[in-house]
């Protein structure tokens, strides 16, 4: 399993970003797909997630509005749609296969004020 995550930098608050994660090693299209960010000083926190089908997507309430989460599974992707960022996003950001243990090396995301 092989997750690499991209998309990060630095962004003024109120800014976007589109995060992407090119997933490879398993079959991409059977598993939902979860975003994670960890704070510096803080834990691995849950962002979004996206169901196999597509069909059903959750945010945290952090997000909820701001974040939308995606997925290609013609080319093994889940994207994350950051919108209206503030500070308090600022982060590295993880995808992760809910079911399995592997993770990404991450990007990271700076919101400057």
């Known amino acids: 399993v092989q997750l690499v995550e991209s998309g990060g930098g630095l962004v003024q608050a109120g800014g976007s970003l589109t995060l992407s994660c090119s997933a490879s090693?398993?079959?991409?299209?059977?598993?939902?797909m979860k975003w994670y960010r960890q704070a510096p000083g803080k834990d691995r926190e849950w962002v979004a997630s996206?169901?196999?089908?597509?069909?059903?997507?959750s945010y945290s309430d952090s997000v909820k509005d701001r974040f939308t989460i995606s997925r290609d599974d013609s080319m093994s992707i889940v994207y994350l749609k950051m919108n209206n960022l503030n500070t308090e996003d600022t982060a590295v950001y993880f995808c992760?296969?809910?079911?399995?243990?592997?993770w990404g090396q991450g990007t990271q995301v700076t919101v400057s004020s």
């Open positions: 992760k296969v809910p079911s399995l243990a592997d």
């Open positions: 996206i169901a196999r089908d597509s069909q059903i997507t």
């Open positions: 090693g398993f079959y991409f299209k059977n598993y939902a």
